[in-house]
């Protein structure tokens, strides 16, 4: 590169010889002027300051010396940027800082809002949307401007060269000055019979370079016209095609995480180990420490104990409270005092004077003195004597309500009788006195109390932090959130059922706001794949092969493992508590025994996995069991026991009712029996059913006025039928041969008999008889479990799904291709200049 005429002026001026003061008194003689002589010519032929030789060259980037190029800038940054912090940078120095800042600034908004996202994928995403703006704002020019460019005109609109400096710069980034001399004459010549510039015009190599220019300008231009609309929709589809693969990534990287905590789950409890219970005991001991035990301090204690559930909280409440006090109570001068004014308080409001109240209630003063009399003051008493206090009182009471009643007609005495129940009352919590002593027990916060609330906080923070750490695993696995391992599988699954059953976008844009219509034609693909031998068994291979890997995702031995790591867990701290005398708090957590585990933190430990799986599960072997119905009526429905005896029109019926049931059905229609409009008074045609294309071809059901048809809620038997035919009759021959090839049979087979079991033995009170099994108290929780998703909801949902995605991405991908066709189409236009005159010499 040409240095720069001024700075080498400039650096030059200091060692230029002093021109020579003219002394005034010497008279120099005027020369006479040249023959012929040309100022212009001088003028030419002189050179007053001779630049330097330039040192700039051209850039020849590739993937081989891409590193090289990367780390040497990120060298030249790092010196900008000390420059800049000294005040010494120049104005490239500046400008790279600038490209440094819009990274790092989008890195941090990056940062920002992954704080703020909730999932692992929505957190990457952000980080992914950051990389692929910046790659779009890179590639865009390259693909879009630059490949086109060259490809069409020969040259590269994009070159950078390097100057005297060594500072990288783009070829063309000046239009005024353009560094021409870096490329030589033979350069130029192949670029200028690219650009079909003649060969003998004169001048040739300006007409070039000003074509060259005049291109590079052009796409320059066009490059800032498209950018603004090319890069998000670039990264947008980045982003759209990126996602899948993150969160693949991230789902296998949580899956081993989850292996891994269930594996070394006492290492990583550590992670939750926080000692909050235990911490919290030691304030307690230093506040109170020495001091006698009272209500507020057995609720602070229970209290302490961060996390737990308000039901095993109030067992332990009562525990501690047995724990911590004694059975005897310390009795004072503020205990009589407190009991006269709780006897004065049970009479309000029962009918009594205030006059009356003060007269038969032993006052404060009077109280005293007959726990005085009776060597109570000072004194701890056991639970036994309470009964000789009460009787001193009532005594005494007894003896002012004779004195009140002197000289009172009969119906102003108080009766006596009735004071004595509202003095004595069953319950400590009722009875005015016992309610005081209560609270006034003798107990302290002894040494030895200290110490075993101690340990008693030391395991339950070893116990939370576990069961943190088995929660952790049970949510990464079968959590009902996004993102988890289950919620994963299950997605995938459902988009590729589309696929499986041949459910195409168009079909998918007909139905999609539509339920009823997506279970249409849901019906309309199952019968005729179930109709077609070797499309059904391609079909239901898919489908079960796709249903048996969550086995892979969810390992039925990890959930084994985690089964037996809760029971381990629970009864150890069961038998903890039991040992540290809190029977109630142990019976919470872990219940009497193992067979009673009803209701206790255990149970719903160990439930909250099990049933999750229970209702993915469900909600794909009863997709299998739709098929297989489908294909047991559409391949030999004459042939089925359950349904030869019946009249043609009742099998239609039953049949209609079948395939409804199975394919749109709720637990709500299990639970009302299956309501439907049936003729009450059906043909006794008893000939064959024609199947055509998987749908039979009704004789009857349907044809009649809708008047005339209505629920039977008397037939048992039609309902018994119906639950026979969709869950107790073998199933199909093809069907068989599959899931014999598959680890889902037994389950399979299982999940029938539990539907038959439970949910035909369910009871509905307008239809007691309608049950195919013996009444059973299965909550409606199992029941809804077993139930699972109606399949024309499931394809509903994932037909939404894939529309919205199948939308954005054909809006987007039709914008971002039209683009890139006018990009490319414009290079045509480009360059066009009017023509050299042809030099004839």
């Known amino acids: 590169m040409t240095s720069n005429l001024i700075q080498n002026y400039i650096a030059t001026s200091s060692v230029?010889?002093?021109?020579?003061?003219?002394?005034?008194?010497?008279?120099?003689?005027?020369?006479?002027?040249?023959?012929?002589?040309?100022?212009?010519q001088e003028l030419n032929n002189r050179t007053f300051i001779k630049p330097l030789k330039g040192k700039g060259r051209l850039l020849n980037g590739n993937i081989f010396n891409a590193p090289a190029i990367m780390v040497k800038d990120a060298?030249?940054?790092?010196?900008?940027?000390?420059?800049?912090?000294?005040?010494?940078?120049?104005?490239?120095?500046?400008?790279?800082?600038?490209?440094?800042?819009?990274?790092?600034?989008?890195?941090?908004?990056?940062?920002?809002?992954?704080?703020?996202k909730q999932t692992p994928v929505t957190k990457g995403m952000e980080f992914v949307g950051l990389g692929s703006f910046l790659a779009s704002m890179a590639i865009w020019p390259k693909i879009a401007i630059q490949l086109p460019a060259y490809l069409i005109h020969g040259v590269n609109v994009q070159k950078q060269y390097e100057d005297s400096f060594g500072r990288k710069k783009p070829f063309y980034q000046d239009p005024q000055f353009i560094p021409w001399d870096l490329y030589s004459d033979k350069e130029i010549d192949k670029m200028g019979n690219r650009l079909g510039v003649p060969k003998d015009i004169e001048n040739r190599r300006d007409a070039i370079q000003e074509k060259m220019k005049k291109i590079a300008i052009q796409n320059n231009t066009l490059w800032m016209l498209t950018a603004g609309f090319a890069t998000p929709v670039m990264s947008a589809l980045i982003c759209n095609q990126t996602e899948p693969h993150l969160a693949k990534w991230l789902n296998n990287r949580k899956n081993k995480k989850a292996d891994e905590i269930l594996s070394n789950i006492d290492t990583y409890s550590q992670k939750y180990q926080n000692n909050a219970t235990k911490n919290n005991i030691e304030e307690l001991i230093n506040q109170f420490g020495g001091k006698p035990v009272n209500e507020e301090l057995i609720n602070k204690t229970a209290e302490a104990f961060d996390g737990m559930d308000p039901i095993t909280f109030e067992n332990l409440k009562t525990d501690l409270k047995e724990l911590m006090t004694t059975k005897t109570f310390a009795i004072n001068n503020d205990t009589a005092k407190a009991i006269s004014e709780n006897l004065k308080s049970q009479f309000k409001g029962k009918g009594f004077s205030e006059d009356a109240i003060n007269a038969i209630i032993p006052n404060a003063e009077n109280m005293q003195k007959i726990f005085e009399t009776n060597n109570f003051i000072n004194s701890n008493t056991e639970i036994k004597d309470l009964k000789q206090i009460s009787d001193e009182i009532l005594r005494t009471v007894k003896k002012n309500v004779e004195t009140f009643n002197q000289n009172k007609p009969a119906e102003e005495q108080l009766d006596f009788e009735y004071i004595k129940r509202l003095i004595r009352s069953n319950k400590t919590e009722n009875n005015p006195i016992k309610s005081v002593?209560?609270?006034?027990?003798?107990?302290?916060?002894?040494?030895?109390?200290?110490?075993?609330?101690?340990?008693?906080?030391?395991?339950?923070?070893?116990?939370?932090?576990?069961?943190?750490?088995?929660?952790?695993?049970?949510?990464?696995?079968?959590?009902?959130?996004?993102?988890?391992?289950?919620?994963?599988?299950?997605?995938?699954?459902?988009?590729?059922?589309?696929?499986?059953?041949?459910?195409?976008?168009?079909?998918?844009?007909?139905?999609?706001?539509?339920?009823?219509?997506?279970?249409?034609?849901?019906?309309?693909?199952?019968?005729?794949?179930?109709?077609?031998?070797?499309?059904?068994?391609?079909?239901?291979?898919?489908?079960?092969?796709?249903?048996?890997?969550?086995?892979?995702?969810?390992?039925?031995?990890?959930?084994?493992?985690y089964d037996e790591k809760v029971d381990t867990l629970f009864n150890e701290f069961g038998k903890f508590l039991n040992d540290n005398n809190l029977p109630r708090t142990a019976k919470a957590v872990n219940g009497v025994n193992e067979h009673d585990t009803v209701g206790t933190l255990k149970n719903i430990q160990k439930s909250f996995a099990s049933e999750r799986l229970t209702g993915v599960k469900s909600s794909f072997y009863r997709l299998i069991n739709t098929f297989d119905f489908y294909r047991r009526i559409s391949n030999n429905v004459n042939e089925i026991d359950t349904l030869k005896k019946y009249p043609r029109e009742v099998r239609e019926e039953l049949i209609e009712l079948c395939k409804i049931i199975t394919?749109?059905?709720?637990?709500?229609?299990?639970?009302?029996?299956?309501?439907?409009?049936?003729?009450?008074?059906?043909?006794?045609?008893?000939?064959?059913?024609?199947?055509?294309?998987?749908?039979?071809?009704?004789?009857?059901?349907?044809?009649?006025?809708?008047?005339?048809?209505?629920?039977?809620?008397?037939?048992?038997?039609?309902?018994?039928?119906?639950?026979?035919?969709?869950?107790?009759?073998?199933?199909?021959?093809?069907?068989?041969?599959?899931?014999?090839?598959?680890?889902?049979?037994?389950?399979?087979?299982?999940?029938?008999?539990?539907?038959?079991?439970?949910?035909?033995?369910?009871?509905?009170?307008?239809?007691?008889?309608?049950?195919?099994?013996?009444?059973?108290?299965?909550?409606?929780?199992?029941?809804?479990?077993?139930?699972?998703?109606?399949?024309?909801?499931?394809?509903?949902?994932?037909?939404?799904?894939?529309?919205?995605?199948?939308?954005?991405?054909?809006?987007?991908?039709?914008f971002g291709a039209g683009l890139l066709g006018v990009t490319v189409l414009a290079q045509f236009f480009f360059g066009k200049m009017p023509n050299k005159k042809v030099n004839k010499k």
């Open 437 to 561: 002593l209560s609270k006034s027990t003798s107990a302290t916060f002894t040494p030895q109390l200290q110490t075993k609330l101690r340990d008693i906080a030391t395991a339950y923070d070893s116990f939370n932090a576990k069961t943190n750490a088995l929660n952790e695993y049970a949510v990464i696995k079968v959590g009902s959130a996004p993102e988890t391992v289950i919620a994963n599988y299950w997605n995938n699954v459902s988009k590729d059922l589309l696929k499986t059953i041949g459910i195409d976008y168009k079909e998918i844009e007909k139905v999609r706001f539509d339920r009823n219509l997506t279970g249409e034609l849901l019906r309309n693909k199952i019968e005729h794949i179930v109709s077609n031998d070797a499309l059904y068994n391609k079909v239901m291979q898919d489908l079960v092969s796709k249903v048996a890997a969550i086995d892979a995702e969810v390992k039925p031995s990890d959930i084994t493992i």
């Open 663 to 814: 394919l749109q059905g709720h637990s709500s229609d299990n639970a009302t029996k299956f309501y439907m409009l049936r003729n009450p008074n059906p043909s006794d045609d008893m000939s064959d059913l024609v199947i055509k294309d998987g749908k039979v071809q009704n004789k009857f059901f349907g044809k009649g006025a809708a008047h005339t048809t209505t629920d039977i809620p008397n037939d048992k038997f039609f309902y018994q039928r119906a639950m026979q035919l969709m869950f107790e009759d073998k199933v199909d021959k093809a069907t068989e041969s599959i899931l014999d090839n598959s680890i889902i049979k037994n389950k399979f087979t299982e999940y029938r008999e539990q539907v038959a079991n439970i949910i035909g033995g369910e009871t509905y009170f307008a239809k007691p008889r309608h049950r195919i099994r013996p009444e059973n108290g299965t909550g409606s929780e199992l029941k809804f479990l077993l139930t699972g998703i109606a399949p024309d909801e499931l394809f509903f949902k994932a037909g939404q799904q894939a529309f919205n995605t199948k939308k954005w991405f054909k809006i987007f991908g039709t």
């Open 75 to 116: 060298m030249y940054d790092v010196k900008a940027f000390k420059h800049a912090m000294s005040g010494k940078a120049n104005d490239h120095e500046l400008g790279r800082l600038n490209d440094v800042g819009l990274k790092l600034g989008g890195l941090a908004i990056a940062g920002y809002l992954f704080t703020k």
């Open 16 to 40: 230029r010889p002093q021109p020579q003061p003219i002394k005034a008194k010497e008279n120099i003689p005027a020369q006479k002027p040249k023959p012929n002589f040309d100022i212009e």
